[in-house]
């Protein structure tokens, strides 16, 4: 964990460093081509490695409370980020270009120090220090993953999907907002962005609670099939040029709807696999669909026309993208009140151990 944080800051900072194509000329592209692929490469075992280990402290019956943290910080990181880019977007558009938009990159340097200091005393979690004494560490988790846990691996792969409302939200609204089609200005937009994160910070926690009430499917559930609406009602008060509109549907939407889904899906993909193969299983998952979640971006953008301006259209393809999540939690088990150790054992084709509740 301590590794793929130093990567991320590192590649982060050296996105800022990098220089442009007059100067390098096609090495310019090629360098933040490798930045990114260093990035991804490092948000894949970052998160999946902080949502398995916080799952496997977490006490009976919070563990969705506890992983929300997980997806909180990711939000919190998202509001930091738009909050600085508020000052660099109002830069003089040269500046901005030239040397304002390297900014933020060079500032992530003090984010991966702060983490490293948390991280470098971390433990294993009892849960895994006991399934090695018993059974030993897995050599080959791809192999044990595949061959028991395959089917939860696309649920975790549809599942992901839900990321292309965060995509389109953050991305081509934004895009859409400022263009010459709508003409909004770009620092009311970014604050948007602002005060949805700022919500989603309460309301993560909030649906997180409530899945370790009711369960992770119902709640996974409200966020998927729920945002495929409030994403149609967000770009239609877009369309109508109207800030208040605007900043209610952008609210209600990402800050309050999509949080049900981003808040509850690190314990509902963590708990469909067992201790030896969770981080394998949730980091590959989540990846695979989260790059393809990366692609909605580009699709919108096609789906909208040759001025960008069908917003109905890119409501449409943004709702289609949230069916597999509501798929992948209708057919998956609910594990909301089954015990860490026996998680992932029906998955695995392993007997129940008397007393442990079905999984």
């Known amino acids: 964990m301590v590794f793929t944080l130093m990567l991320m800051g590192l590649s982060t900072f050296l996105i800022g460093c990098l220089p442009t194509r007059?100067?390098?000329?096609?090495?310019?592209?090629?360098?933040?081509?490798?930045c990114r692929v260093l990035q991804g490469i490092s948000a894949a075992g970052e998160q999946a490695s902080a949502n398995s280990m916080t799952l496997e402290h977490a006490p009976p019956g919070r563990r969705g409370f506890f992983t929300s943290f997980t997806l909180s910080g990711t939000q919190g990181g998202q509001l930091l980020?738009?909050?600085?880019?508020?000052?660099?977007?109002?830069?003089?558009?040269?500046?901005?270009?030239?040397?304002?938009?390297?900014?933020?990159?060079?500032?992530?340097?003090?984010?991966?120090?702060?983490?490293?200091v948390i991280r470098r005393k971390l433990d294993e979690t009892p849960a895994f220090a006991q399934q090695a004494a018993e059974e030993g560490v897995v050599k080959l988790p791809l192999v044990v993953l595949m061959r028991e846990h395959w089917a939860d691996v696309l649920r975790v792969i549809a599942g992901a999907l839900?990321?292309?409302?965060?995509?389109?939200?953050?991305?081509?609204a934004l895009a859409y907002a400022t263009s010459d089609a709508v003409g909004m200005s770009r620092t009311a937009m970014l604050w948007v962005g602002a005060l949805a994160n700022v919500v989603a910070l309460a309301a993560i926690p909030l649906w997180a609670t409530l899945s370790d009430r009711i369960g992770r499917r119902p709640v996974f559930l409200v966020g998927a099939a729920g945002s495929a609406v409030t994403m149609f009602l967000y770009l239609w008060a877009i369309s109508t040029d109207s800030y208040p509109l605007t900043f209610l549907m952008g609210v209600l939407c990402f800050g309050v709807v999509y949080s049900a889904a981003n808040g509850v899906w690190p314990a509902f993909y963590g708990e469909m696999f067992t201790t030896r193969v969770r981080?394998?299983?949730?980091?590959?998952?989540?990846?695979?669909?989260?790059?393809?979640?990366g692609f909605a971006v580009t699709f919108a953008a096609q789906i909208?026309?040759?001025?960008?301006?069908?917003?109905?259209?890119?409501?449409?393809?943004?709702?289609?993208?949230?069916?597999?999540?509501?798929?992948?939690?209708?057919?998956?088990?609910?594990?909301?009140r089954v015990p860490t150790e026996a998680l992932g054992e029906r998955a695995a084709g392993k007997a129940l151990q008397p007393g442990k509740v079905p999984v």
Do not use: K, M, N, Y
Request: proline share 6%.
């Open 304 to 336: 909208a026309g040759p001025a960008g301006d069908d917003w109905s259209a890119v409501a449409l393809f943004t709702a289609a993208l949230c069916v597999p999540p509501v798929i992948a939690a209708v057919s998956a088990r609910e594990t909301h």
């Open 81 to 116: 980020a738009t909050l600085v880019f508020i000052p660099v977007a109002a830069l003089p558009e040269e500046q901005l270009l030239s040397w304002g938009w390297r900014v933020p990159f060079w500032l992530s340097v003090a984010v991966a120090v702060v983490g490293w």
């Open 22 to 34: 007059a100067q390098v000329g096609t090495l310019a592209p090629v360098l933040l081509v490798l």
């Open 279 to 293: 981080l394998s299983g949730v980091a590959i998952g989540t990846q695979i669909g989260f790059a393809a979640a």
């Open 162 to 172: 839900i990321a292309s409302v965060s995509t389109i939200f953050t991305v081509w």
